[in-house]
């Protein structure tokens, strides 16, 4: 598969602070979860943020310019809306604002609608429709435009749990012949989103700690994402000499990430290698709770 998700040496701030700093990443699944990332992640891939340093590519170009270009559509999480506007007129307006002609704008949307269930919805304000309704404009919006990418941010967060397996089976059944990349902190292994993904990325802070089939990842009960101070590499080779195996990513300083497949170990053995290295773990997490 060939990438069209890439970051390379990534920065973006927020209040002047970096939220991401040196994130580098790549994926190439028709059907992307992007898990653990910041919000800043998604906002400089929806072209809503600006890249301070670095690369962040959508579908070959430049995010921002992949979304100017009409090439990618983003569908962020609960941005205000109109309230006396329609669900139609919203759609419509998406499809508008992305460049399309009125008769078309007018098609696209009814087509977004009935692709996220919406169509009995159409002539409901904005001001009345109920969270989940919200939500799943959210990606109609985005549909509408004509994009052949989407980049949504965490559609079913919030949502009580009916609620958000229903509208995760409607976003995953809409989405079946287009580009996607959902962005959320976790997703439930059992959720249509899940299931529908062919690539999981999961990120810890500015480094990708597990990427792959997100079965795979979420059997991986035993492989850790430690953050540590101190003599990481001392640690690192410690673990790896004890069984396990300790993998640190670039860059680490001040705090080294570090990810671990504990092998015969036990979680508290590391507490015990690391202090025996003079290193401290500072944070750790499995990886598998990403699907938690």
Same mark, same amino acid.
């Given at each position: 598969?060939?990438?069209? +998700?890439?970051?390379?040496?990534?920065?973006?701030?927020?209040?002047?602070?970096?939220?991401?700093?040196?994130?580098? +990443?790549?994926?190439?699944?028709?059907?992307?979860?992007?898990?653990?990332?910041?919000?800043?992640?998604?906002?400089?891939?929806?072209?809503?943020?600006?890249?301070?340093?670095?690369?962040?590519?959508?579908?070959?170009?430049?995010?921002?310019?992949?979304?100017?270009?009409?090439?990618?559509?983003?569908?962020?999480?609960?941005?205000?809306?109109?309230?006396?506007?329609?669900?139609?007129?919203?759609?419509?307006?998406?499809?508008?604002?992305?460049?399309?002609?009125?008769?078309?704008?007018?098609? +696209?949307?009814?087509?977004?609608?009935?692709?996220?269930?919406?169509?009995?919805?159409?002539?409901t304000r904005l001001s009345a429709a109920p969270p989940v309704v919200r939500r799943a404009l959210g990606v109609a919006a985005a549909l509408a435009t004509g994009a052949?990418?989407?980049?949504?941010?965490?559609?079913?967060?919030?949502?009580?749990?009916?609620?958000?397996?229903?509208?995760?089976?409607?976003?995953?059944?809409?989405?079946?012949?287009?580009?996607?990349?959902?962005?959320?902190?976790?997703?439930?292994?059992?959720?249509?989103?899940?299931?529908?993904?062919?690539?999981?990325?999961?990120?810890? /802070?500015?480094?990708?700690?597990?990427?792959?089939?997100?079965?795979?990842?979420?059997?991986?009960?035993?492989?850790?994402?430690?953050?540590?101070? /101190?003599?990481?590499?001392?640690?690192?080779?410690?673990?790896?000499?004890? /069984?396990?195996?300790?993998?640190?990513?670039?860059?680490?300083?001040?705090?080294?990430?570090?990810?671990?497949?504990?092998?015969?170990?036990?979680?508290?053995?590391?507490?015990?290698?690391?202090?025996?290295?003079?290193?401290?773990?500072?944070e750790l997490r499995p990886i598998a709770r990403s699907f938690a």
């Amino acid at each position: 598969m060939s990438a069209w +998700l890439e970051a390379s040496h990534l920065r973006v701030d927020v209040g002047g602070a970096p939220a991401i700093d040196g994130l580098s +990443l790549a994926a190439g699944g028709d059907h992307v979860l992007v898990l653990g990332a910041a919000r800043a992640l998604f906002g400089a891939a929806a072209g809503l943020r600006r890249v301070t340093r670095g690369d962040l590519l959508v579908d070959g170009r430049p995010a921002a310019q992949a979304v100017r270009a009409g090439a990618a559509a983003c569908a962020p999480l609960d941005p205000p809306l109109p309230p006396s506007w329609s669900v139609l007129e919203y759609a419509t307006w998406s499809a508008r604002v992305a460049g399309q002609p009125r008769r078309a704008a007018r098609a +696209l949307a009814g087509e977004a609608l009935a692709r996220m269930r919406l169509t009995a919805a159409a002539a409901t304000r904005l001001s009345a429709a109920p969270p989940v309704v919200r939500r799943a404009l959210g990606v109609a919006a985005a549909l509408a435009t004509g994009a052949r990418v989407l980049l949504v941010e965490d559609p079913v967060g919030g949502l009580p749990d009916e609620a958000a397996h229903l509208l995760a089976r409607t976003i995953a059944r809409a989405v079946e012949d287009l580009r996607t990349a959902v962005f959320a902190g976790r997703v439930a292994l059992e959720s249509p989103l899940a299931l529908a993904a062919d690539e999981a990325v999961v990120i810890d /802070g500015s480094h990708v700690v597990a990427q792959g089939a997100p079965g795979e990842i979420a059997a991986g009960e035993r492989t850790l994402a430690l953050r540590v101070l /101190g003599d990481f590499e001392a640690f690192a080779r410690a673990v790896d000499a004890s /069984g396990g195996r300790a993998q640190v990513s670039s860059g680490a300083p001040p705090a080294a990430h570090v990810r671990v497949d504990l092998g015969p170990l036990a979680a508290r053995d590391l507490l015990r290698i690391a202090a025996s290295s003079n290193a401290v773990v500072v944070e750790l997490r499995p990886i598998a709770r990403s699907f938690a």
